[in-house]
């Protein structure tokens, strides 16, 4: 266990101009097989994987108290499954006039191509990133396949790197994996 004391960012803090309030933040890395007790009640809802860290921050304002952070999540897309998004309209009708007020501006983001179809039947894939996602509140996964093929699927609750998934008629109901109706 890692613990690290790192500076706040300096804003005024009574009378006297850039005080910073400085918060410790914890590095916990779990052997397999391990997990940790919940520290308070309502911590209980979080789900604690193998073998991965998770950061744990002190609380010093109302907003961290319950914060914890999956170390699994990456940020770094493939460049060849995201393409810039046209973000058009932005309140706007088509003449250019706001017609919805509060809409508009925000943080660039690129679309990522994610495959719903699911239709690589009967290869075998393995989950190598779960990702951020901006434009949904889900995560997605990179799935490397047999045939060298890599696609983006939404990330399964409960499935972590490493895991194989799988799409056809003929495979194990699971978690991840893809079947149609008429084989459920």
């Given amino acids: 266990m890692n613990s690290h004391r790192l ?61 914890a952070v ?5 940020s770094n897309p493939r460049n060849n499954l995201i393409y810039g998004q046209r973000r058009c309209g932005k309140g706007r009708n088509a003449r250019g006039i706001i017609t919805s007020r509060h809409r508009g501006g925000g943080h660039k983001r690129l679309y990522r191509k994610i495959d719903f179809r699911r239709n690589e039947k009967d290869i075998y894939g393995r989950i190598v990133t ?6 949904r509140n889900a995560y997605i996964c990179l799935i490397h396949y047999g045939d060298g093929e ?6 399964p609750r409960g499935a972590i790197i490493g895991d194989t998934i799988v799409s056809g008629t003929e495979v194990p109901i699971k978690m991840g994996n893809a079947l149609p109706l008429s084989a459920v």
């Fill in 7 to 67: 500076p706040g960012k300096g804003r005024r803090m009574g009378p006297i101009m850039g005080h910073t309030m400085h918060y410790r933040r914890m590095i916990i890395t779990l052997q397999p097989g391990y997990s940790i007790p919940p520290l308070r009640k309502k911590r209980t809802e979080i789900k604690i994987l193998n073998s991965m860290a998770i950061h744990l921050y002190k609380t010093s304002t109302p907003n961290t108290g319950n914060r």
């Fill in 70 to 74: 999956d170390s699994q999540v990456k």
């Fill in 130 to 135: 779960i990702e951020y996602d901006p434009n």
């Fill in 150 to 155: 890599k696609r983006y699927i939404l990330h």
